[in-house]
C-alpha cells in the first residue's frame, strides 16, 4: 500500500524527516518496506530556465530547421537549433541548457549536448510541453509568458510538486489502516506515546446541503445480509473534465493514473477515508431505481474492462430495473459509467458482506481496490461521511447541485463491541507491569473508550473501524505496539521446558526415514492436497466405497477435490520434471490422502516413492542402467528393516494401479504396496518411461511400532537352497497366480518367491510373456538334498505346465 507523505500531512501537522516518521510508522506495525521520491514532473525541471528569442533565421542546409540566438540571462546567447514551426523572435521560451536531462513518455531519461545539425552549432534545446512532461502536445515549442525574465528557473513558474512516498506492507487484518486517514490516526497516537500531541484534521462536512430534489434515485437492497448499509444521493448538472493539478498530483503520488475529475473524487476519498464509492451515470439508470440482489447462475455481465463475465448465483450485483450495472465491490459495468457525456450521476458508499466481495473477487479472478478494502473489512459507521465528503468534492472539482436527499438504508445497526481487560492478564502476556495510566493513555490514544475501571481490569468499548479487535489478547497486542516493543525489557532469567515424546512420534519416525531416503540420493516433494476429479476415474474398483470430498468454492475445475490417492500427485510432478529434460527421478513425500466413507470423513497418511529413469548415467566408464524393480524392492525392505519390522510376508499385490507388484505384510496388516505403474495411467500424464512406485500405509507403520513385541527367532542352521524358473507365459497370466499356485503346491520347504524379470517383446510367441521367478527353498531340521529340491521343483513345474499352461525357456 502506498501513502504520501504530503497527503499524510493533511491530516497531521508533523515535520519530520521521512526516515523518522517511517521508523515510527514501522514500530508501530505499518511496516515501511521503503520510501520512493515523487515528482510531478520527472526530473523537476532542473536545468529549464525561461530564454528569450533574439534573433529566428532559416537554416542554411535543411528547410525545417532555424537557427535562432536565445538569451537565457547568462549575458552571452546562445545559438540554437530549432525545428518547431511556430519559433519567432521575441517569444519567451522554456530552454533546456546543455547537461539537463529529459524524460521520455516511457521514462527513459537523456541528456542535452553540446552538437553540430547540419553543420550549425546547436548549444541547447527549446523544448515542447511533451518534452517537458506538461503536457502530451508536440505540435510546436511551448511559448511563455511575456513577463518571465530570462534566465529564470521554469521549476518557480510551474507547479511542480516534490513528495515522498511509503510502501507499507499493510497485514491482513490492519483494516483500520488502509487509508491516508488510518494511518495518520496510528500516528497520532504513536506521537502521544513519545509525548508529543498533534490533533487529527479531518475534512469538514458541515456545508453539505442539499440544493434541490429534481433527481431522485429509489433504492432497494433485497439482500440486506451481503449489503447491511448502503447510501446514496445524486449530483446533476456536471461538468466532466480532467482534475485540478492538486488531485492529479494526489492520485500520481500513490501509482494511479487519473482519468476525469468524477472518477478521480471516488478513488481520492477512497484512498483519503478507506471507503470505496462508485458513481453510476444516472441517465444509464433504468427506471430511477437501484436494486441490491444476486442474479440467477450463467447471467452475462461485462465490466469496464470489456470482459464478458458469467455470473455465479452468490454474486452481488448493483441493478437497476432491467440489467446489473455493478458487480458490488469489485468492479463497474461498462454500461454504466461515467462518461465525457455524463452529466448528472447517482453516487453510491455501501458497506459490504467482507466474505461474500471476497469470493465474487476470487471467483472473477479481478483484485481492486475497492476489494482489497472491502473484504477485509470497512468501517459501516463511516459510510454516510465519506459519501458527504465525495459529493462535496465532486462539487467543488466539477461544478453542479446535489440534487436529492441522501438514502441511507442501514435496517440493523451495529454497536460498538465490548471486551473486559484483566490487568493480571496484561502483565502475564506482556512480561512486565505498565502502569495504568500509561495504559489508559494508550487506549485513548486509539479511541478504545475506558467505560469503567475495577480493581482486577478495565471495560473497555472498541470502535467499529477496529474490526481485528475482538479479544481480550487483541486490546493487550494494541496496548504493545503503541507502547513500543523496543521498550520491553528482556527477562534476566530464562525459563525452558524440556518435552518429552516417545521414540514413535511420528515427526521422529518421518525425520528418521526422511534422512535415509536423502542419504540415498532422493527428493523429499510437497505436493498440493487439491487435485483433478477425473483422477479418480483411474482407480477403478480400488477404492469403490470412498468418496471424493468436494471443495466448495475451488479456485478451478483442475483443483475441485481433495485427492484420494498419493500416486497421481507424485505422477504430476514426474511429468514435469521429465518434460524439463529430468528424467532421472528419485522422490519421496509424506502426506495425506482424504476420504469420506459411511458418512465419516478419513485422512490416512502415507509415505510415497517414486523411481524412474536411470540408476546409473551413461558415461565413459559405464553404460547406463535402468532402474529396476528390484531397486525399488530394496528400498522399501531397507526402511522397513530400519523401522524393525523384520518378519514381512511377501505376495502379490491387490492394488489396481499396477501392471506388476508386491506387498508387504506384518503381523495380517498390509504395509506396503509397490511395483510398475500400469501404461495405461501413465499414458494419461504424457509419461512414456517406466514408472515404478511405493505407497506406504503410514498410519498402519505407526502403529505397529507402538505394539510390536520385540521378538526373538533363532537363526536357521541349515542352508537355504536358490532355484530359478524362466517361464513362457499367457500375457493374461499374472504373478499372483504363479504365488498362489507355488504355495498351494509346496507349502513344507518353500520359504520365499521373487519375481526378478518381466519380458514382453520380440523372440516371443505372439499373445505370450516370460517371467523369471527364484525360489527360496530350506528346511529348519536338515540339509535339503539334491533329489528333494529336484523333487520339488518338478512339482512345481508341472503344476505351472497344467494350471497355467507355462512352459520352460
Same mark, same amino acid.
Given at each position: ?41 520527472? &526530473?523537476?525541471?532542473?536545468?529549464? +530556465? ?37 519559433? !519567432? ?15 521520455? !513518455?516511457? &521514462? ?19 523544448? !515542447? ?13 511551448? +511559448? ?7 534566465? /529564470? ?9 516534490? $513528495? ?56 432497494? +437492497? ?9 447510501? &446514496? ?80 448465483? *452468490? ?13 458490488? &465491490? ?27 466481495? =471476497? ?84 487506549? /485513548? ?196 528393516? =530400519? ?42 500424464? *504424457? ?11 503410514? $498410519? ?7 505394539? !510390536? ?70 528346511? *529348519? ?29
Amino acid at each position: 500500500m502506498k501513502i504520501s507523505y504530503n497527503w499524510l500531512k493533511q491530516f497531521i501537522q508533523i515535520d519530520w524527516d521521512s526516515k523518522k516518521t517511517g521508523e515510527l510508522l514501522t514500530d508501530l506495525g505499518l511496516e515501511v518496506e521503503g520510501v520512493e521520491k515523487f515528482e510531478s514532473v520527472k &526530473g523537476g525541471l532542473k536545468g529549464i +530556465v525561461v530564454g528569450h528569442v533574439l534573433s529566428c533565421e532559416k537554416h542554411t542546409n535543411a528547410d525545417k530547421l532555424n537557427v535562432t540566438t536565445v538569451d537565457i540571462g547568462s549575458g552571452t546567447p546562445l545559438q540554437i537549433v530549432c525545428g518547431a514551426k511556430n519559433v !519567432a523572435v521575441g517569444q519567451k521560451v522554456p530552454v533546456a541548457t546543455i547537461g539537463t536531462t529529459l524524460y521520455t !513518455a516511457d &521514462g527513459e531519461a537523456w541528456k542535452i549536448k553540446k552538437g553540430k545539425i547540419r553543420g550549425e552549432e546547436s548549444h541547447g534545446m527549446i523544448c !515542447a510541453e511533451d518534452e517537458l512532461g506538461l503536457g502530451t502536445s508536440h505540435d510546436g515549442i511551448m +511559448v511563455l509568458e511575456n513577463d518571465l525574465a530570462p534566465g /529564470t528557473p521554469c521549476a518557480e513558474i510551474f507547479d511542480i510538486e516534490e $513528495d515522498e512516498v511509503f510502501e507499507i506492507g499493510l497485514t491482513p487484518n490492519r483494516a483500520d489502516a488502509m487509508s491516508h486517514f488510518g494511518v495518520a490516526r496510528d500516528l497520532k497516537a504513536g506521537l502521544k506515546q513519545k509525548e508529543i500531541s498533534k490533533e487529527l484534521i479531518t475534512p469538514s462536512t458541515s456545508h453539505f446541503n442539499i440544493n434541490d430534489r429534481s433527481l431522485k434515485i429509489d433504492v432497494d +437492497v433485497i439482500n440486506t445480509a451481503l449489503a447491511p448499509r448502503y447510501c &446514496g444521493v445524486t449530483l446533476s448538472n456536471l461538468i466532466i473534465q480532467p482534475s485540478p493539478t492538486w488531485l492529479k498530483n494526489r492520485l500520481k503520488a500513490i501509482g494511479i493514473t487519473p482519468k476525469n475529475n468524477v472518477v478521480d473524487a471516488t478513488n481520492y476519498v477512497l484512498h483519503e477515508l478507506g471507503q470505496p464509492l462508485h458513481a453510476f451515470d444516472a441517465a444509464k439508470i433504468k427506471g430511477n431505481k437501484i436494486v441490491v440482489q444476486t442474479l440467477p447462475k450463467g447471467t452475462k455481465f461485462v465490466t469496464l474492462d470489456g470482459v464478458e463475465r458469467t455470473l455465479h448465483e *452468490d454474486d452481488l450485483m448493483i441493478c437497476d430495473t432491467e440489467k446489473p450495472l455493478c458487480l458490488a &465491490g469489485v468492479f463497474g459495468g461498462l454500461s454504466s459509467g461515467v462518461t465525457e457525456e455524463t452529466t448528472s450521476i447517482f453516487l453510491e458508499s455501501a458497506y459490504f458482506n467482507p466474505v461474500s466481495i =471476497r469470493k465474487s473477487a476470487k471467483r472473477h479472478a479481478l483484485n481492486t481496490d475497492a476489494s482489497f478494502r472491502f473484504e477485509r473489512g470497512i468501517d459501516i459507521e463511516n459510510v454516510e461521511y465519506s459519501l458527504k465528503r465525495a459529493a462535496l468534492l465532486i462539487k467543488e472539482i466539477a461544478g453542479g447541485e446535489i440534487t436529492s436527499d441522501i438514502i441511507d438504508l442501514y435496517p440493523n445497526k451495529t454497536s460498538n463491541f465490548e471486551v473486559f481487560l484483566g490487568f493480571e492478564k496484561i502483565n502475564k502476556l506482556i512480561g512486565q507491569e505498565i502502569s495504568q495510566d500509561t495504559i489508559k493513555s494508550i487506549l /485513548t490514544s486509539l479511541d478504545i473508550k475506558v467505560k469503567n475501571v475495577t480493581e482486577a481490569g478495565m471495560g473497555l468499548e472498541v470502535p467499529s473501524y477496529r474490526v481485528d479487535v475482538q479479544r481480550q489478547v487483541d486490546v493487550i497486542e494494541e496496548i504493545l505496539r503503541v507502547y513500543g516493543y523496543n521498550n520491553i525489557a528482556f527477562s534476566e532469567k530464562l525459563n525452558a521446558s524440556v518435552s518429552t515424546t516417545a521414540a514413535t512420534e511420528d515427526h521422529k519416525i518421518q525425520s528418521t526415514i526422511g534422512n535415509v531416503l536423502a542419504a540415498k540420493g532422493y527428493y523429499e516433494i510437497l505436493t498440493n492436497s487439491l487435485t483433478n476429479p477425473d483422477y479418480s476415474k483411474l482407480l477403478g474398483s480400488e477404492e469403490d466405497e470412498n468418496k471424493s470430498i468436494e471443495i466448495i468454492n475451488p479456485l478451478s475445475g483442475d483443483l475441485s477435490v481433495l485427492r484420494r490417492a498419493s500416486l497421481f500427485s507424485a505422477l504430476e510432478t514426474a511429468s514435469y520434471n521429465i518434460n524439463r529434460k529430468r528424467a532421472n527421478l528419485k522422490l519421496f513425500e509424506f502426506g495425506k490422502t482424504y476420504h469420506a466413507k459411511d458418512g465419516k470423513r478419513i485422512e490416512p497418511k502415507y509415505l510415497s516413492i517414486l523411481l524412474s529413469g536411470d540408476s546409473i548415467q551413461d558415461s565413459w566408464t559405464n553404460k547406463a542402467v535402468t532402474t529396476n524393480f528390484f531397486e525399488l524392492k530394496s528400498i522399501v525392505k531397507t526402511i522397513l528393516i =530400519r523401522l524393525g519390522l523384520n518378519n514381512l510376508k511377501s505376495e502379490p499385490t491387490t492394488s489396481t494401479l499396477f501392471s506388476e507388484g508386491l506387498s508387504f505384510t506384518y503381523q495380517k496388516n498390509n504395509l506396503v504396496s509397490f511395483g510398475l505403474i500400469k501404461k495405461s495411467i501413465l499414458k494419461k500424464f *504424457d509419461i512414456k518411461q517406466d514408472i515404478l512406485y511405493a505407497d506406504f500405509n503410514w $498410519d498402519v507403520i505407526l502403529k505397529q511400532l507402538k505394539n !510390536a513385541p520385540i521378538l526373538f527367532k533363532e537363526i536357521p542352521k541349515y542352508p537355504e537352497v536358490k532355484r530359478d524358473f524362466a517361464l513362457l507365459l499367457d500375457e493374461k497370466s499374472t504373478y499372483r497366480e504363479l504365488f498362489n499356485l507355488a504355495y498351494g503346491a509346496e507349502r513344507k520347504f518353500l520359504k520365499d518367491i521373487t519375481l526378478f524379470d518381466v519380458y514382453e517383446g520380440k523372440n516371443l510367441p505372439e499373445g505370450k510373456k516370460s517371467y523369471a521367478v527364484s525360489f527360496t527353498l530350506q528346511d *529348519d531340521k536338515s540339509t535339503l538334498t539334491e533329489k528333494q529340491i529336484e523333487k520339488i521343483m518338478s512339482k512345481l513345474q508341472t503344476t505351472y505346465e497344467t494350471q497355467l499352461g507355462a512352459s520352460l525357456r
